[in-house]
């Protein structure tokens, strides 16, 4: 029976004011088994440390705890927030991070982020108290009209004065923190606490505090727009109006003494039917997985491993005597060569010979052949119990091969381990993590197969090969089909490996037709609950030309959002996982308007009417701040006698 390990959650921010986020995420790691304690503002030694607010906390203060340390964050990380400074960035950039924004983990790549998951915060009762209806004061004993809690800056500022212009009695934390006393006896003698963002660039609505303003069952007024970074559900437990609408909707509000009621009785309800737990079992679970591939958690095997290089030989036989040497000085691993090569090469046995590889097989053909059919035919006499196809000209770090064995042996459960590649166009950092790895298939540079070491037993099993058809990206085909067929993966962040430089000429129409054939593959996998018309339509991400007209657009990026959207039947981890994959679509959305914009076929009014779609506008508000415009004032829908049909 495996031992969970200890948690250490600890805060640098006081009980009353952030205490129940990190009791919230406690809780849910308690429920599932972990040993669990909260410390203020200490790092465990030998357990895992699971961080929160530590926004002004220099990287090295961690990097000695580090690989046994979380850190979330809570921070909309946007210019001139407290948290947008030198320290808190480049802790950002090297730990191990939780996101509790969609927005933030969107733009990683911007962040710096490497290895993020987003894990928000979900709904746990009793991480703090819930006011029960029957303590909550009629509306004649309620006499304080507005109350906002927060820091103060100039748009805040702005809206407050307003109100007490209007001659509205407003309570304001000026100053100084309210103890939670003072807090929550303002917060129940006001008829509408206020909510609005600090800096005009956000438009993450912030959860934790709704969290606490309904739990205290009060009417909010809340800051919303079209692609405010909030989940459909929960516009209906609050009022939502553009800043410039805040004061007028507040006035409103505060006229309609029913329509509070209502909010106090429903909001709360409205607000939890939106949230599960904070999903920290998976995301856990993926942490340890990345925990277990650090270099201190394994050694160098006492028994060298045995690995097959899969080798087809090229026109020169210099290029192939320098790449046998590099071969020839790895450590600590027992080397199996298999070269293919066409028969009757003269001096193709002395150059093997002299390669310094005792174990070798010359597998000499009599007619020409393509690589994937050489490399199949190779993989058929490997002997080793890992594998690596490669390039003539590859140039191997002399510890690749060990390293990425020892990763293998150590981690029964990853199948393909890759590393970073030293290339013409510089460093190619791959991601380090699964889901990460197969999301970057839908980028511009994914895993390199002659950077990769595979596990003969997964081939085997699977029955993937390299296909011939595929005279382009055929490397790319086949860490695709890997995919398909369930590979684990995982790359070892160092650049172990400079690939061969890419020759001849390549027929750039076929040559995408085939990348795009090579990735539906994956989108297949990773999109059960998608239709194959679906999945064929989104390949088209990939082609080399699209359709110039909005249809194709507007048909394709209605096709992403719905692909977004989870199933709720998935278990945990793939919900969890689900939230990466859903960034790479994102991201080509992105893509797609940008070149229509770019084209001029496409303009702000054209995307103001894709956002009243629910699902795109769903689908892209955690890429408002990255559309090809900036985007959306547009005016709230007035109150009606129906209530809900004016909350967004």
Not at 160 to 170: H, I, K
Not at 335 to 347: D, K, M, P, T
Not at 480 to 499: D, M, T, Y
Not at 553 to 564: D, G, N, P
């Amino acid at each position: 029976m495996t031992t969970l390990p200890r948690l250490n959650f600890t805060s640098l921010s006081s009980h009353e004011t952030c205490g129940d986020i990190v009791e919230a995420f406690r809780l849910a790691a308690e429920r599932l088994g972990y040993p669990t304690r909260f410390t203020h503002c200490y790092i465990e030694p030998g357990e895992i440390n699971i961080l929160f607010f530590f926004w002004d906390v220099p990287w090295e203060h961690i990097e000695q705890h580090h690989p046994d340390c979380i850190v979330v964050n809570f921070e909309p990380m946007v210019h001139g927030t407290h948290a947008w400074n030198d320290r808190y960035l480049e802790v950002l950039k090297r730990c191990y991070l939780w996101e509790y924004s969609k927005t933030n983990f969107q733009r990683h790549r911007q962040l710096g982020y490497r290895n993020a998951d987003y894990v928000a915060l979900g709904w746990e009762p009793d991480a703090a108290e819930i006011m029960p209806l029957e303590d909550v004061l009629p509306d004649e004993q309620q006499d304080i009209d507005v109350v906002f809690f927060g820091s103060l800056t100039r748009r805040r500022i702005d809206i407050l004065e307003g109100l007490m212009a209007r001659g509205l009695r407003v309570e304001v934390n000026r100053g100084r923190a309210w103890t939670l006393e003072e807090r929550n006896g303002f917060m129940r003698r006001a008829k509408i606490v206020l909510n609005l963002h600090n800096w005009e660039e956000s438009r993450i609505v912030e959860v934790p505090r709704l969290s606490i303003l309904l739990r205290h069952r009060k009417a909010v007024v809340c800051e919303l727009y079209p692609d405010s970074e909030i989940e459909a559900s929960i516009r209906k437990a609050v009022v939502g109006a553009p800043y410039e609408k805040l004061i007028e909707t507040i006035e409103q509000l505060l006229a309609d003494a029913p329509r509070r009621a209502r909010l106090e009785r429903e909001g709360l309800a409205i607000f939890t039917s939106a949230f599960a737990a904070p999903l920290v079992g998976p995301a856990i679970e993926r942490f340890l997985s990345w925990r277990a591939q650090q270099p201190d958690r394994f050694a160098v095997p006492a028994t060298p491993p045995r690995i097959t290089l899969c080798l087809a030989a090229g026109d020169s036989l210099e290029s192939l005597r320098r790449s046998l040497r590099t071969w020839a000085a790895q450590t600590a691993v027992e080397l199996h060569l298999v070269l293919v090569a066409r028969a009757g090469i003269a001096g193709l046995e002395a150059v093997l010979a002299g390669s310094g590889i005792a174990s070798s097989q010359l597998v000499a053909l009599p007619f020409a052949f393509d690589r994937a059919t050489a490399r199949n035919l190779a993989f058929a006499h490997a002997q080793g119990d890992y594998v690596v196809f490669a390039d003539v000209d590859d140039v191997p770090a002399p510890q690749r091969l060990q390293r990425q064995a020892s990763l293998l042996q150590a981690c029964p459960d990853v199948d393909i381990v890759g590393s970073w590649c030293d290339t013409q166009e510089g460093p190619f950092e791959f991601s380090e993590r699964h889901q990460d790895i197969l999301v970057e298939f839908f980028g511009p540079r994914p895993l390199l197969l002659s950077a990769c070491m595979l596990r003969r037993s997964f081939m085997e099993r699977s029955g993937v090969r390299h296909d011939p058809e595929f005279t382009a990206h055929d490397d790319f085909h086949m860490l695709c089909k890997s995919a398909a067929a369930g590979a684990r993966f995982a790359v070892i962040p160092e650049l172990l490996h400079k690939p061969a430089t890419p020759t001849g000429s390549v027929d750039a129409a076929r040559a995408a037709t085939l990348a795009s054939r090579a990735r539906a593959l994956v989108l297949a996998y990773l999109l059960p609950q998608s239709s194959v018309e679906h999945v064929h339509e989104i390949a088209k991400l990939y082609d080399l030309y699209w359709p110039p007209v909005l249809d194709f657009a507007e048909k394709l990026l209605l096709i992403l959002a719905r692909a977004s959207f989870r199933p709720a039947a998935a278990p945990e981890l793939q919900l969890v996982e689900h939230e990466t994959l859903t960034r790479a679509l994102r991201h080509e959305a992105l893509r797609l308007l940008q070149i229509f914009f770019n084209a001029g076929l496409a303009d702000k009014e054209w995307l103001e009417r894709q956002f009243a779609v629910p699902e795109i506008a769903q689908f892209l508000a955690p890429a408002s701040s990255q559309l090809p415009v900036r985007i959306f004032r547009l005016e709230p829908a007035p109150a009606a006698a129906e209530p809900e049909a004016a909350n967004g």
